[in-house]
């Protein structure tokens, strides 16, 4: 067990809807990561949080946004969803921004019909 | 730009035989190298990572990373495979953005090994 815990770990929706994936980091970890892996996409940077504050970008879409509240937790919201958006969000922390590896949850599939 | 590539999509040996995953990368400025496994329906487990010193990186599980500078390769190893290894593997290089610190990780495309009786 990696200690970064993901909710839901299935979700199935619509195009068109919104989403949101929540993610509780290892405790004291402080950096949060989220990423996107599909079979054609393999896996995908998509968002990193420090201590609340946004530390970098990466491929992720303008109907995505994501947060990390005060008590480190952290959310991936998915807006206007398409069937492309299918995939499995994983989330990962580390204690700092440095050279510790990432520890990942177990992911959510998100299914959009 | 910082990427890995991993050259094979799936790599066969027998139980008790050695096996190498292939890796090679391209940094600019000291490279920074992990090996992640992924079994199925869970996340990435952290196998080993390579930041300097020795080019013999050992990690979990009996796994061991070699480093070659001169051919920009991390391959990942092990003396003697077990079914139970049998599972999806990633490189991975630490991305520098500029001047910020970042620890995001880039990952290669994954090379599935399958580990047979």
């Known amino acids: 067990d990696s200690g970064v815990t993901q909710t839901p770990k299935h979700l199935i929706t619509a195009t068109g809807q919104r989403v949101t994936l929540r993610c509780s980091p290892r405790s004291g970890d402080l950096s949060v990561y989220w990423y996107q892996q599909s079979l054609d996409q393999g896996l995908q940077f998509l968002i990193q949080?420090?201590?609340?504050?946004?530390?970098a970008k990466g491929n992720i879409l303008e109907r995505f946004s994501a947060q990390q509240f005060p008590d480190l937790h952290s959310e991936l919201n998915l807006s206007s969803l398409e069937l492309g958006d299918s995939a499995l969000y994983f989330c990962?922390?580390?204690?700092?921004?440095?050279?510790?590896?990432?520890?990942f949850g177990n992911g959510t599939r998100l299914t959009v019909t | 730009a910082q990427s890995v590539a991993q050259p094979e999509d799936q790599v066969n040996v027998a139980e008790g035989n050695p096996l190498t995953v292939k890796c090679t990368y391209s940094?600019?400025?000291?490279?920074?190298l992990f090996w992640y496994v992924q079994y199925p329906n869970r996340g990435l487990q952290f196998l080993l990572k390579y930041i300097t010193g020795d080019n013999l990186v050992k990690g979990s599980y009996g796994f061991e990373a070699e480093f070659n500078k001169s051919q920009t390769s991390f391959h990942l190893k092990k003396p003697s495979a077990l079914v139970s290894d049998s599972a999806l593997y990633f490189c991975?290089?630490?991305?520098?953005?500029?001047?910020?610190?970042?620890?995001?990780?880039?990952f290669g495309q994954g090379t599935t090994l399958q580990v047979k009786p």
């Open positions: 949080y420090y201590n609340g504050e946004e530390r």
């Open positions: 990962a922390s580390s204690p700092t921004q440095g050279l510790s590896p990432l520890h």
């Open positions: 940094v600019s400025g000291n490279p920074y």
């Open positions: 991975a290089v630490r991305k520098m953005d500029g001047s910020s610190n970042t620890g995001k990780l880039i």
